[in-house]
């Protein structure tokens, strides 16, 4: 079944230090991939989307992401993480419908 | 932008009630409008994908007959919880989408938390 890894539900970095969010999916066809946001008790907003143009995607916010589809990965970074960065983030992955399949989420953590 | 908003944001009702939930896409057309469920510290489920005067296409387990869809115009889709259960609390979210293919962003809106007592 397709679907998509979150690895680590919960990150912590210092303020300043650089954020590295995991996501891998599993498919034999590159899907097209998205990173979302989500601050507590609001919806998503959409970081950046991959969909088969440039490989390193460059989003909102200073975060950009990788696609490397020999590591099925779809990696989320940001050189430096103010305090405003803590959320929740989400990994998400469609194919040939309009559906999201969304990963479990990893919460990020930014400590002073 | 593309703005979605959400109707009511919170709402609390009795056990057995029925609740309806707007979404509404403020600044562009909506060809197809999505409805998600949050549990806490969990993921988004997606319950049902809408277009625009047709029937909704619910994903498998989630009963049709409870979660009631309308997507009436290309700015405006419904959900109602039909005979509400506490087991029904959660948070809904919905998603609209300008066009039908898959590269289409779908912008979310901030989330209706129900809960029932």
């Known amino acids: 079944a397709q679907s998509v890894t979150q690895l680590g539900s919960h990150v912590s970095v210092s303020e300043g230090a650089l954020v590295l969010l995991r996501c891998n999916y599993s498919?034999?066809?590159?899907?097209?991939l998205f990173w979302y946001v989500q601050y507590p008790n609001q919806g998503l907003q959409l970081l950046l989307k991959?969909?088969?143009?440039?490989?390193l995607v460059k989003g909102i916010n200073g975060f950009e992401a990788e696609f490397k589809k020999s590591e099925t990965s779809f990696h989320l970074t940001k050189p430096s993480a103010p305090m405003s960065d803590a959320a929740e983030y989400f990994c998400?992955?469609?194919?040939?419908?309009?559906?999201?399949?969304f990963g479990t989420g990893t919460r990020l953590q930014v400590f002073p | 932008g593309a703005v979605v908003s959400q109707h009511p944001s919170r709402v609390i009702c009795k056990s057995g009630t029925s609740v309806k939930i707007e979404c509404r896409s403020l600044?562009?057309?909506?060809?197809?409008m999505f409805w998600y469920r949050q549990f806490p510290k969990q993921s988004l489920m997606l319950m049902a994908t809408?277009?625009?005067?047709?029937?909704?296409?619910?994903e498998q387990g989630v009963e049709k007959d409870k979660f009631l869809i309308n997507h009436a115009s290309l700015t405006l889709s419904t959900l109602t919880v039909t005979s509400a259960h506490p087991e029904d609390s959660s948070f809904y979210i919905c998603?609209?989408?300008?066009?039908?293919?898959?590269?289409?962003?779908?912008?979310f809106g901030p989330g209706t938390r129900l809960t029932v007592l």
């Open positions: 998603s609209a989408q300008k066009g039908q293919g898959n590269t289409d962003t779908q912008y």
């Open positions: 498919s034999s066809v590159p899907p097209y």
């Open positions: 991959y969909t088969s143009a440039a490989t």
């Open positions: 998400a992955v469609s194919y040939n419908t309009d559906k999201l399949i």
């Open positions: 600044d562009f057309q909506a060809t197809t």
């Open positions: 809408s277009n625009e005067g047709s029937k909704a296409t619910y």
